[in-house]
């Protein structure tokens, strides 16, 4: 059997969800090497532009808080005009804004350009979402929208050490990079679908409409922001966790890459699960997984105990990622879902901005314990409310019926 007959994808579509995923993964590069990584530590880059570190920090603010802030209006314009304009025109901002700094190496120019980068970057998850779960076959959503944003999180790590090998390389040549690889998101973004792969055509929702999509949003808000929250209150404590806890650097990595192995291992198993109707019972048991996990660290136990907690730890977050993915696209109306993608991945960005913050407020106040502790109260709550709130959603999380066959384009158009 061959790779493309075991995807889980509609005919003629691979071509089209491999380029969504693409572009994201140059654009998510980009981001992650340039503010995070070579700004942050090239002291040469900030003598070039004239800047402080804090004006760095304030740029990724700024891109940051226009990604968050654009991200809704981004589904709606992918729901009116259709996913290829959409990706282009965010890939062309995200160009222009690295022209510039090309152009003019100054602190406001920064400040400009990391705000229009937001702004363009804004358009490519809800793209490349909606695109997956149209292009999948039913019943597997869950699955192919895991192996989509699994395949771009190693573009994120990547662009982190690759920009940081190039701290001392000059700032005209690493912005030159940034731009070739944003064209190379851009060109990318030209293989896209020009009209929705399969189902109704996406006009703007009557009022009675938008009332019915709210109603179903409600819902799944508490798990678009807590799935964010929970992996991302460690960003900028991890290290000083690793000194209190008097662990070796490597025994750190080691206990991290076991919670990885086993969340990337039970994906396929617990991905099939969610598929089939299960979606709520494994987003349910996967926060459950991780607050015992979490609250388990909390006590500061032996080293060998980190282990299988941390297993565990990574086993919820299997039965998180392909459960949301899952319950998402079941649960949301078709022809409204680019503008649903929108406004639930502005809430999961602001869970991913929330949660540093919190992590770090939490380990100030009860040193050690106190991320994990938060982690694991954040976590069961999320499981307590889908355990209360069950009846909120279809008894079976019957997949929706399927489209006219007509609709479907087999491909980019």
């Given at each position: 059997m061959s790779v493309r007959s075991r995807l889980p994808l509609r005919p003629g579509t691979l071509r089209a969800v491999i380029a969504a995923t693409f572009s994201l993964a140059c654009a998510e590069l980009i981001r992650s090497g340039l503010y995070l990584s070579y700004l942050g530590q090239s002291a040469q880059a900030q003598d070039a532009l004239g800047i402080?570190?804090?004006?760095?920090?304030?740029?990724?603010?700024?891109?940051?808080?226009?990604?968050?802030?654009?991200?809704?209006?981004?589904?709606?314009?992918?729901?009116?005009?259709g996913l290829r304009p959409v990706m282009i025109a965010g890939a062309l901002l995200s160009l222009i804004a690295m022209a510039l700094l090309l152009v003019a190496q100054a602190g406001w120019v920064l400040l400009l350009a990391a705000a229009l980068h937001g702004v363009g970057f804004s358009a490519a998850?809800?793209?490349a979402m909606n695109l997956t779960a149209d292009s999948t076959a039913e019943g597997a959503q869950g699955r192919a929208l895991t192996a989509v944003s699994m395949a771009v999180?190693?573009?994120?790590?990547?662009?982190?050490?690759?920009?940081g090998f190039l701290r001392d390389f000059p700032v005209t040549g690493v912005f030159l990079l940034c731009l070739g690889m944003v064209g190379v998101s851009l060109v990318s973004a030209f293989l896209l679908p020009a009209h929705a792969v399969r189902g109704p055509d996406r006009t703007p929702p009557a009022p009675g409409e938008r009332r019915d999509v709210l109603r179903r949003l409600q819902p799944l808000i508490p798990a678009a922001i807590m799935q964010t929250v929970t992996l991302s209150l460690f960003g900028q404590v991890l290290f000083k966790l690793t000194d209190v806890l008097e662990l070796p650097y490597w025994t750190m990595i080691a206990v991290l890459v076991t919670g990885a192995l086993v969340?990337?291992?039970?994906?396929?198993?617990?991905?099939?699960?969610?598929?089939?109707?299960?979606?709520?019972?494994?987003?349910?048991?996967?926060?459950?997984?991780?607050?015992?996990?979490m609250a388990g660290i909390a006590t500061l136990p032996p080293t060998w105990a980190l282990f299988p907690l941390a297993a565990l730890v990574g086993l919820g977050f299997a039965g998180v990622?392909?459960?949301?993915?899952?319950?998402?696209?079941?649960?949301?109306?078709?022809?409204q879902r680019p503008a649903a993608w929108g406004f639930l991945m502005t809430l999961e960005n602001i869970g991913t901005a929330v949660g540093p913050l919190l992590g770090t407020l939490a380990f100030a106040q009860f040193g050690a314990r106190g991320p994990f502790g938060l982690g694991a109260t954040l976590a069961l709550l999320a499981a307590a409310f889908y355990l209360l709130f069950r009846r909120a959603f279809p008894a079976s999380a019957a997949p929706?019926?399927?489209?006219?066959?007509?609709?479907?384009s087999g491909g980019p158009s």
């Amino acid at each position: 059997m061959s790779v493309r007959s075991r995807l889980p994808l509609r005919p003629g579509t691979l071509r089209a969800v491999i380029a969504a995923t693409f572009s994201l993964a140059c654009a998510e590069l980009i981001r992650s090497g340039l503010y995070l990584s070579y700004l942050g530590q090239s002291a040469q880059a900030q003598d070039a532009l004239g800047i402080a570190p804090s004006v760095v920090g304030l740029a990724w603010a700024l891109h940051v808080g226009a990604d968050t802030v654009m991200r809704g209006p981004a589904g709606l314009m992918i729901a009116r005009y259709g996913l290829r304009p959409v990706m282009i025109a965010g890939a062309l901002l995200s160009l222009i804004a690295m022209a510039l700094l090309l152009v003019a190496q100054a602190g406001w120019v920064l400040l400009l350009a990391a705000a229009l980068h937001g702004v363009g970057f804004s358009a490519a998850w809800p793209g490349a979402m909606n695109l997956t779960a149209d292009s999948t076959a039913e019943g597997a959503q869950g699955r192919a929208l895991t192996a989509v944003s699994m395949a771009v999180l190693p573009f994120i790590g990547l662009g982190y050490f690759l920009f940081g090998f190039l701290r001392d390389f000059p700032v005209t040549g690493v912005f030159l990079l940034c731009l070739g690889m944003v064209g190379v998101s851009l060109v990318s973004a030209f293989l896209l679908p020009a009209h929705a792969v399969r189902g109704p055509d996406r006009t703007p929702p009557a009022p009675g409409e938008r009332r019915d999509v709210l109603r179903r949003l409600q819902p799944l808000i508490p798990a678009a922001i807590m799935q964010t929250v929970t992996l991302s209150l460690f960003g900028q404590v991890l290290f000083k966790l690793t000194d209190v806890l008097e662990l070796p650097y490597w025994t750190m990595i080691a206990v991290l890459v076991t919670g990885a192995l086993v969340a990337f291992g039970s994906l396929p198993f617990v991905g099939r699960v969610a598929d089939r109707g299960r979606a709520l019972l494994t987003l349910t048991g996967g926060f459950a997984l991780i607050g015992v996990g979490m609250a388990g660290i909390a006590t500061l136990p032996p080293t060998w105990a980190l282990f299988p907690l941390a297993a565990l730890v990574g086993l919820g977050f299997a039965g998180v990622q392909p459960g949301w993915g899952a319950l998402v696209t079941r649960t949301l109306p078709e022809a409204q879902r680019p503008a649903a993608w929108g406004f639930l991945m502005t809430l999961e960005n602001i869970g991913t901005a929330v949660g540093p913050l919190l992590g770090t407020l939490a380990f100030a106040q009860f040193g050690a314990r106190g991320p994990f502790g938060l982690g694991a109260t954040l976590a069961l709550l999320a499981a307590a409310f889908y355990l209360l709130f069950r009846r909120a959603f279809p008894a079976s999380a019957a997949p929706a019926p399927a489209a006219p066959s007509g609709a479907a384009s087999g491909g980019p158009s």
